[in-house]
């Protein structure tokens, strides 16, 4: 089939089936809106071509040269995509579903509002590429270098994410649902208003980062690293962050209740009206924290060391703080609320 009659046959609507268009020059072709299912394009040159509102079924591209191709609002559905060569690809609000990609090189691709679910991610070059409301649902390897890239309400659902380079983003409001990380280094990264959920963080390092607003809801952080980070107004609720390190970081008025704070060494750091009800900090070092009208109702501080904390007006009500060191610190603190207590230890007769 001649590109003549590839052109014609897309523009009659009619679907290109089955057919061998392997290693074929279509540099620039005008195929928008093309139906091709079971189609061979492994090799074929698609540089600068319209493939806009497209659907392709089953198709294989390995090895295909897509630069600057347009795929905007096409649909890729169990498609094979080895060793393609994708750089500046405009494929805005396009699909990849049940595709394979590895090896696949999107440098500066625009992918805004795109979508990739039960897709493996392998080996994948996206520096400085638009993710901007791009979504990417149970994708199980997400093996993918997004150096300088922009991901502004970006959403990692179910993924593996332990092979991926985050660095110099452009990112806010990203959202990670379930996704495992191992210890990825997040220094110095500004990712304000983002959402960590449930995510498996262990031995991460966001040291210097900034997380104004940011949410770690049950996330795994034990042995993170949290130093001179920029946080305030932070979710912690149920984290477990035991044997991080959070020293000199401002987590003021963030909120850690029913966080594991087991070990962890937040010295210097500034908790001013933060809520650490219910948190577990034992053995904890909070050395010449700031903790001021902090809340720990009920936490357990067994152990946890206190020296030099500013803890004016912090609610200590209900803790648990056998061998704590305080010095006097404690004596600005809040006690034990009498009538709360009396409440909370109410038991029905039975």
Sequence with gaps: MTREELEAQIGRGEPVRGADLSRTTLRGARLAGAIFEDVDLRGADLGGADLSESILQGCALDGARLSSARLEHATLSKC????????????????????????????????????????????IDLRRADLTKTNLVECERVQVDLTGATLVETAFVHGDLSG???????????????????????SGLTLPMSQFMECDLSGASFEGAALERCGFRASQ?????????????????????????????????SVFMGASLRRANVAG??????????????????????????????????????????????????????????????????????????????????
């Design 164 to 186: 991926a380079t985050f660095g110099q983003l452009k990112a806010e409001k990203v959202v990670f649902i379930q996704c495992v990380f191992g210890a990825r280094d997040f």
């Design 269 to 350: 750091s500034t908790l001013p009206e933060s809520v650490l009800q219910d948190a577990d900090a034992s053995e904890a070092s909070f050395v010449g924290a700031v903790l001021n009208y902090a809340d720990f109702s009920r936490a357990r501080l067994s152990g946890a060391d206190f020296t030099g904390a500013q803890l004016f007006r912090a609610r200590l009500h209900g803790v648990t703080d056998d061998g704590a060191v305080f010095g006097g610190a404690r004596a600005v603190a809040l006690g034990d609320d009498p009538e709360l207590l009396e409440a909370e230890q109410w038991r029905p007769r039975t």
């Design 221 to 253: 952080l034990s042995d993170a690293i949290l130093d001179r980070v920029r946080a305030p107004m932070c979710l912690f609720a149920e984290a477990n962050l035991d044997g991080a390190r959070m020293r000199e970081g401002d987590f003021s008025r």
């Design 80 to 123: 094979t995509l080895g060793e393609v060569v994708a750089e500046g690809l405009q494929a805005a609000y396009a699909t990849f579903a049940g595709c394979e990609l590895a090896r696949v090189r999107l440098g500066r691709a625009d992918l805004r509002h795109a979508s990739f679910a039960e897709t493996p991610l392998a080996q």
